[in-house]
């Protein structure tokens, strides 16, 4: 019996010192990772001292098997869940996290939307007010000009605008609820955009968002996939991107990213990274 609680301990320590040293050495500095989970959305922002903000999950359970490789289970937690939309290319990952870990920040937008699995995704944010560092509070929507902070990092919330979200929206129309949010951290800013089209796009980003970019805005997330309808060339050009990251799957149905877009962003002269193709997309911010 002995022997086996001394096994069991020395499993117990491992788990321990593996985590502490994940925590040290994928914290040490502020990154953005844009993780390839096929045909979807999951964005990482992290922070020294292993701050976490999570924006969409993906279709799929491969942001779990990420973040278990990097945090052993018993310590997940996180500072913020961000939901920008609720198609499930974008919610299912972040349902096993709702299982998994401790989150104590949920943003999303409660709107009239019958999905099975946005209404598991709600009971499981009922169930996490259990936590002790989780309560109503914590618990927000996410309308244009919203602020918040993960250390040093700013966040500023473009869209959607509060009227948007009284309507009943068809399925069809969840896309244009989609939460657009500026990152600014000095001078590197990095728009992350949901599935909005590109007009509403241009729309959400106002001269009070605009105002934050210093020059060229640093990343852009292509809306939507790279599909046709997050086209807006003159407003790209107007943002004058370094990088276009296009968060897509290999092969997919849809033909993503949509060959004129892929175009319009050749002729802006960014550098498109594409997830199907470079895999999980990583920016550390000294």
């Known amino acids: 019996m002995k022997e086996i609680r001394k096994l069991i301990l020395i499993i117990l320590l491992f788990y321990m010192l593996k985590s502490s040293y994940l925590y040290f050495f994928y914290y040490d500095s502020y990154f953005i990772q844009f993780l390839d989970v096929g045909q979807g959305d999951s964005i990482i922002v992290g922070s020294p001292g292993a701050g976490r903000l999570i ?5 799929n ?9 990097i945090q052993t289970l018993p310590f997940c937690k996180l500072d913020y869940i961000i939901l920008t939309h609720a198609h499930v290319d974008h919610l299912i990952g972040l349902n096993r996290l709702m299982d ?13 939307y019958s999905s099975e699995t946005f209404q598991d995704f ?12 989780t309560s109503a509070a914590n618990i927000s929507n996410l309308v244009s000009g919203q ?5 040093k990092l700013e966040f500023y919330v473009a869209w959607p605008d509060r009227s948007l979200l ?9 896309n244009k609820t989609s939460v657009v949010v500026l990152l600014d951290y000095g001078k590197f800013e990095v728009l992350f955009t949901g599935d909005l089209d590109g007009i509403l796009l241009e729309k959400a980003t106002t001269e009070f968002l605009l105002k934050h970019i210093d020059g060229n805005l640093d990343v852009l997330k292509v809306p939507h996939h790279g599909s046709n309808d997050g086209r807006n060339f003159a407003f790209y050009k107007s943002l004058a991107p370094k990088y276009c990251v296009i968060s897509v ?3 997919n149905r849809y033909g993503h990213p ?24 990583e920016f550390k911010l000294k």
């Open 258 to 281: 949509h060959p004129d877009q892929f175009d319009d962003l050749k002729k802006l002269g960014c550098k498109i990274l594409r997830t199907d193709e470079n895999g999980t997309i």
């Open 122 to 133: 709600k009971k499981k944010i009922n169930e996490s007010r259990n936590y002790e560092d």
């Open 249 to 251: 799957g290999h092969q």
């Open 166 to 174: 009284k309507n009943d929206i068809p399925g069809s129309g969840i």
């Open 147 to 151: 602020t918040f902070k993960l250390g």
């Open 55 to 59: 924006i969409d999950g993906g279709g």
């Open 100 to 112: 998994r870990c401790r989150v104590r920040n949920i943003m999303f937008n409660d709107i009239s």
């Open 61 to 69: 359970w491969d942001l779990d098997m990420y973040l278990s490789g």
